[in-house]
């Protein structure tokens, strides 16, 4: 496993939150809760071939 920290704003709250991603896993979908506001934040994480992280928050529903 290989985690990096990355900064993201809550789709909910709008609060900057600390995330760690896994970016040894290419594609990745999961539900965290916002560290803030404790809502379901639905994280959506792409890591290219030169490792570079892309992460896409959205509302649970969405
Ligand atoms: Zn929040």
């Known amino acids: ?5 990355r900064k993201i704003d ?10 760690l991603i896994d970016s ?19 994280f959506d994480v792409t890591v290219d071939y030169e490792g570079v992280i892309t992460v896409l928050v959205s509302h649970e529903n969405e």
């Open 1 to 5: 496993m290989d985690m990096e920290e």
């Open 10 to 19: 809550c789709p909910y709250c709008g609060e900057e939150i600390d995330v």
């Open 24 to 42: 040894s896993v290419s594609e990745q979908n999961y539900i965290e809760d916002c560290q803030v506001c404790c809502r379901p934040i639905n």
